[in-house]
Structure formats: structure tokens, C-alpha cells
């Protein structure tokens, strides 16, 4: 008899707000420890919480992209356990009646994933331990999360990831999260079970504070194997809270499970429901942009796109919004296309760049179409457009002006040409020599020096046929 495992998700989102969920304090929480705190998210006697409104909406947005029911009403409570970096004791979250219920995602490997709810949390403190001590920073009290809760549907590790990868995409794609795991802004608990009857769930068992995908895939293999070998010795399964030991690969047990009894749920006094008008949560409904599978789909069918390019070009919606601005500007979509994941990701890997999305680049879609217009209509040289390039990434600027001030506008005719080569082999007689005694690698110097004497605006292709006619024609120019 085979064996059927069931996984849950319960992920942390940090949303994308500028203060903190009940307080004005800013979210840079890698600022230096403790600076951005206050009397509320310290939880000091007296201090009350205010509600974010901006962090309700992207909580509100989450929800109607999931396709979740989002309630004119939901509140408040307080949720206890004792940790040194929850300075009140408690956790202000939602708990009998949440933002959201329901909800779905469809899965890139078919299917789709169930959710049961998502609501509003903060987040707690920091604790940094050192091999003196273990400090607490506080800058990360009171952030504004959301809580995504699958139904225990899945039932491998790839669907786990699967359905991980596309909340991120979905999160970061309608501007809710920037959801980086590494930075902590999505953190995932795994709940696995398993079973021999595909009606039933086994016992439950939790793995906490997953923030890699790879830490996911690994908790759950190893989870899954652990309950199967413990219940074919005729064992059972504790319902227990474990963590994954990175270094072995294999998860440890924490504690016994709480039961929700554990935390104590009360009613947070100082917070009244939240109430919503049907309009508000329609009105984010305004604010999703089409989705990414759908603008893949339409780039390949309308515009003629590889399914590569499609992906590539859909890796964020900045990236999407970007190129489909070339487009609309004139270029071609499928030139448009080669030059944005070609040339232009070439220029924007130059370390001495920023690292910034493309909706922070200097360079606008208009700039990049008139380059590309410079080239297919203007004869303008490729090697002269990717160094008019990699300035527009610097600085932007109109290209043709750009191309004036590099002195790249011209093509160089013939006499130019000529004479920019005769000057080359009087200057470098010895790879003259080099080439006609076979070594036809030579006339790189050759072109190099023709380049630096009649300017970079000669095209090399041209510079290496006059070169290579100089060099074996009748009219060579013995030196
Ligand atoms: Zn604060």
C-alpha cells in the first residue's frame, strides 16, 4: 500500500508599505537597531495602535488577486506567547474573523492551490545572537504582513514550491510585496502529513520559519520520509512543531504543537472592526494588472515572441510594463524584444551600475525606440548603437544628439576609411608584417589603430575589408 502526503503552506508576506501596520514608523528595517521604533510598536503602557490604511488595501488587493472573498468585516485580536522579541507579550493579528476566505492559485505544473484565508499581522522583533550575547532589534516590530494559509492540498515538495513560486510572483507582480525571501519579506511554515488512506489526513506536523525555497524542499523531503519510516516501525506520528537543521538537512522537534487554547485569543480592545465598503475592495480590484501568464500568452501570439523571450521579458512587471513602452513608442516587437534581453541586459550588467528595476532606469521605452529607429532606418552602426547605450543607461538622453556628442553619427566614407588604414599600417608595420607572413589574427591591431586614429565612429567591418584589400592588393603600401 503507497503512502499520500498532504502539505499546507502558511506564508508571511511583508507588504509594501511605507510605515508600519499600527504605527507611523518606517519600514528600512536594516537601519541601525532600534532607530526605528516607537512608544507603540515597543508596546509601551498607554500607546495606542492606529491602522495603516495603506496596508489594508494591499491586503485587500491580495485578496481579490487570489479570487479570495474579502469581508466588509473583519477584527482584531490578541494573540499571546512570550518571546524576548515581543516586547508586549502578544501579537496583534486577525483570528476568528479574518480579511479574507477561499481563494486559489493555478499551478504552472497544472492544478491549483486552495487557500483557507489571509489576514492582516505584525510582525515581531529581531533577536541577533552573537558569541557574546543576543541583542534585540526592534526595527522589524510591527511590520505589516499578511498571512496567506493554504488548505493541506499539496501533495509533493515540487507542488509545495510550485505554488510558493507563483504566490511570489503574484505578490511582486501587483506591487503587495516585494517578497524576498532572503531579506525575510516572505517566510513560509510547512505543515506536513501523510497517510495510506487518500480520504483521511494523517497527524500533522509543522516545520517553522522556512525563508529559502531550497529550505522548503528539503523540510519537506526530509519530513515525509522521517513520518513514513516512523509509522512503518509501527510508531506514530507527535502533532509537534520542528525546525529544519540546514547543515544535516533533517528537521529537529521544537515543542509540542500549540492548540489555539495556548495563545490565549482576546478581542484587541484598542481597535475597532475594520470595516470596508463594497467600492473599496472593488477599487482594488481596478489596480491588477493583467496577469503574467496572460501578457506571456499575448506577446507570443500578437507580437511573434519566442516562448524565452516572453518569459524573460515578463520576469517583473516593471520589465512587461518597460518593453511593451518600446513597442508602443514604434519599434518593432520583435526587435524590440532582442535588444532589451540582448544589448540592453549587456550594458545593465556593468558592475559600476546601480542595481535598479526598470521602471529607476535613466534610459526611457521612447529613448530605446528612437535608437532602435537610428539603426533600422539611419544606417546607424551596431557597434556605434550599444555604446550609445551603455550612456543612455547611464544618463538617458536623446540618441541622436548622444550619438552627435560621441561623434558616432557619422558612417565615415570611403577617403575617411582609407586614409584612417594607411595610417594604421605605417603605425604598426610589425602586425602589418604579421598578417601577410599568415597570421590573419594580426589585423585586429590593424583595426584597433585605424579606430583611434579616424575615430570610433568607423564602422570595423568596413575598416577590416579596406585593411585586408591594402594588405594583399596591388597598391600596398610597403613599409
Ligand atoms: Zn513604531
Not at 474579502?70 to 482584531?76: D, L, Y
Not at 523540510?219 to 525546525?243: D, K, N, S
Not at 589603430?449 to 585593411?467: K, V
Request: proline share 5%.
Amino acid at each position: 500500500m503507497s503512502w499520500y502526503t498532504r502539505i499546507g503552506l502558511e506564508v508571511h508576506a511583508q507588504l509594501a508599505t511605507r510605515s508600519k501596520l499600527f504605527c507611523a514608523c518606517a519600514t528600512d528595517w536594516d537601519a541601525p537597531p532600534n532607530t526605528r521604533t516607537c512608544a507603540v510598536c515597543t508596546g509601551q503602557p498607554g500607546s495606542l495602535p492606529l491602522l495603516n490604511a495603506a496596508a489594508v488595501e494591499l491586503a485587500v488587493r491580495a485578496g481579490v488577486a487570489l479570487g479570495a472573498r474579502v469581508h466588509q468585516r473583519s477584527r482584531f485580536a490578541r494573540k499571546h506567547y512570550h518571546y524576548v522579541d515581543l516586547p508586549k507579550a502578544y501579537q496583534i493579528t486577525q483570528w476568528d474573523e479574518p480579511l479574507c476566505s477561499g481563494g486559489a492559485l493555478p499551478l504552472a505544473g497544472g492544478g491549483q492551490a486552495l487557500f483557507e484565508r489571509i489576514h492582516l499581522e505584525e510582525d515581531a522583533g529581531r533577536s541577533v545572537h552573537t558569541a557574546e550575547a543576543t541583542r534585540i532589534d526592534l526595527n522589524r516590530a510591527g511590520l505589516a504582513l499578511i498571512e496567506i494559509v493554504s488548505l493541506p492540498t499539496l501533495e509533493s515538495a515540487e507542488e509545495a514550491l510550485d505554488c510558493l513560486r507563483s504566490l511570489r510572483e503574484l505578490l511582486r507582480w501587483n506591487g503587495i510585496s516585494r517578497a524576498e525571501m532572503e531579506k525575510g519579506e516572505l517566510r513560509c511554515d510547512v505543515n506536513v502529513s501523510v497517510t495510506r488512506d487518500p480520504e483521511l489526513l494523517g497527524t500533522k506536523v509543522e516545520i517553522k520559519n522556512l525563508n529559502s525555497f531550497r529550505h522548503v524542499a528539503m523540510a519537506i523531503e526530509h519530513e515525509q520520509a522521517r513520518q513514513i519510516a516512523l509509522l512503518e516501525a509501527g510508531g506514530t506520528v507527535e502533532p509537534e512543531t520542528r525546525r529544519l537543521v540546514a547543515e544535516t538537512g533533517r528537521t529537529e522537534a521544537m515543542r509540542g504543537k500549540e492548540e489555539t487554547a495556548d495563545y490565549r485569543y482576546l478581542l484587541e480592545p484598542d481597535l475597532p472592526p475594520l470595516r470596508l465598503g463594497a467600492g473599496e475592495i472593488e477599487r482594488q480590484r481596478g489596480f491588477l494588472p493583467e496577469p503574467p501568464a496572460s501578457r506571456r500568452e499575448r506577446f507570443m501570439r500578437e507580437w511573434g515572441l519566442s516562448p524565452g523571450e516572453a518569459q524573460e521579458l515578463t520576469r517583473d512587471r516593471e520589465r512587461a510594463e518597460w518593453f511593451e513602452g518600446v513597442v508602443r513608442s514604434g519599434a518593432a516587437p520583435r526587435s524590440a524584444a532582442k535588444w532589451i534581453t540582448n544589448e540592453l541586459a549587456a550594458a545593465l550588467a556593468d558592475d559600476s551600475l546601480p542595481a535598479r528595476g526598470f521602471d529607476q532606469l535613466p534610459c526611457t521605452p521612447r529613448e530605446l525606440a528612437a535608437l532602435l529607429a537610428l539603426v533600422e532606418e539611419g544606417g546607424l552602426a551596431r557597434h556605434a548603437a550599444r555604446r550609445i547605450l551603455a550612456h543612455l543607461v547611464r544618463e538617458g538622453g536623446d540618441p541622436a544628439r548622444v550619438a552627435h556628442q560621441l561623434g558616432l553619427d557619422r558612417k565615415g566614407n570611403d577617403d575617411e576609411i582609407e586614409a584612417a588604414c594607411r595610417e594604421a599600417l605605417s603605425e604598426r608595420p610589425d602586425a602589418a608584417r604579421a598578417y601577410r607572413e599568415g597570421n590573419r589574427r594580426a589585423i585586429g591591431a590593424l583595426i584597433g589603430a585605424a579606430r583611434a586614429r579616424g575615430g570610433e565612429h568607423l564602422d570595423p567591418r568596413d575598416l577590416r575589408r579596406t585593411l585586408a584589400r591594402l594588405l594583399e592588393g596591388e597598391d600596398n603600401p610597403q613599409p
